[in-house]
């Protein structure tokens, strides 16, 4: 079962989104924080394999808390939350290394969804922001020379998988090759890309026109 810290400053909204988590049958909410500084404290204390952080939290807001929480935990895969599809705080989230971003307004299973995805190394960008992100990284000047593209057709093939959101073990069976052969491909493609996740090895892959 995969873990989940909940930060969210509205208690219905926390509430909510605790109870459509639990009902699935595949998720437990092991901490709960209605403030960036309690969440970030619970998060440490808790160690969950998924954060879903409201990005307008009281005090340390949530792209802080993100950028916080990715110096003390590697591993943890983030969701960002937010009422808005505003895109300085999309760009802000994912500059400070947020996996997911989705829309409180838009259907209650894309959060869903984004839980299932990162927590399987995936990256996940909600419907209603995508064009955000395509619009900044997606639309490059020219496509580079060959000779500028560091990865092989391989590791292009995966790292395109990987931007639409898809985790190791889908991967894996969609190409026929072992998970561990993936795992290889993707680090790989972070240190050719200068990428610390996968989420800023899609969207270097995008700004550069390499996917």
């Not at 605790?18 to 009902?23: E, R, S």
């Not at 879903?52 to 993100?66: A, F, K, N, R, S």
Request: without cysteine; negative net charge; glycine residues 8%.
């Amino acid at each position: 079962m995969t873990t989940v810290a909940l930060v969210e400053d509205h208690a219905l909204t926390r509430a909510g989104v605790k109870t459509a988590l639990a009902a699935t049958g595949e998720f437990e909410v092991v901490a709960e924080a209605s403030d960036g500084t309690g969440g970030f404290d619970e998060i440490l204390r808790t160690r969950p394999d998924v954060a879903v952080i409201d990005i307008g939290l009281p005090g340390i807001d949530g792209i802080e808390l993100t950028r916080r929480l990715r110096t003390q935990l590697k591993e943890l895969r983030i969701v960002i939350l937010t009422m808005h599809d505003i895109d300085r705080e999309i760009l802000a989230a994912l500059a400070a290394g947020a996996d997911a971003y989705v829309v409180k307004a838009s259907d209650p299973s894309n959060l869903l969804t984004a839980v299932r995805v990162v927590a399987e190394g995936g990256a996940y960008f909600d419907p209603q922001i995508a064009h955000v992100v395509l619009r900044h990284f997606g639309a490059p000047a020219a496509t580079p020379p060959a000779r500028d593209n560091p990865l092989t057709l391989r590791e292009l093939e995966i790292l395109r998988l990987v931007a639409d959101g898809i985790g190791n073990a889908e991967i894996a069976e969609r190409l026929y090759l072992g998970l561990g052969t993936v795992k290889g491909h993707i680090r790989d493609i972070l240190e050719k890309l200068s990428a610390t996740d996968r989420t800023q090895a899609a969207v270097t892959a995008l700004r550069r026109g390499l996917i």
